[in-house]
């Protein structure tokens, strides 16, 4: 019993790196709103782009609506949602982009959960983490390249 304790606090703390996966930076003057910003991401990549509302974190604008952001996606499992969060200051994180394979694999919103939904969020966070931290490195490079 002791072993199985141990293994399962090994993988809580080895997915405690979910952090890594979400950045915040300074883009160029040229690149100061949403539009401006997607339509350089559209050509200046391979990757799928597209500008949607934020259906993961339910953000809202300045006039009470349902705020919009970039996502640059590289498949079903991988993509990096960008918003601004001051006049020349994007910030970028990991996102599953289809919205089934979001409910789950994705990061957990409920308040309370039990232990079992705890372990098994851990164990999926341990086996989809080095994937997800390969493709975040990828699409954040392609978004670099508009930054100061």
Not at 90 to 111: C, T
């Amino acid at each position: 019993m002791k072993g199985n304790i141990i293994y399962v606090a090994l993988i809580i703390n080895n997915t405690n790196n979910t952090k890594q996966m979400e950045k915040i930076i300074t883009v160029k003057d040229q690149y100061n709103s949403l539009d401006t910003l997607y339509n350089y991401l559209k050509t200046a990549s391979s990757f799928e782009c597209s500008k949607e509302y934020d259906k993961w974190e339910v953000r809202t604008d300045t006039n009470g609506q349902m705020a919009q952001c970039v996502i640059l996606k590289k498949s079903a499992m991988q993509a990096i949602k960008l918003y601004f969060i001051e006049d020349n200051t994007v910030k970028i994180n990991h996102i599953i982009p289809s919205l089934i394979m979001n409910a789950y694999f994705g990061k957990s919103v409920k308040a309370r959960r039990d232990i079992i939904e705890i372990v098994a969020g851990k164990i999926k966070g341990a086996l989809l983490l080095p994937s997800q931290k390969k493709a975040f490195q990828e699409l954040e490079a392609v978004v670099s390249k508009a930054a100061v």
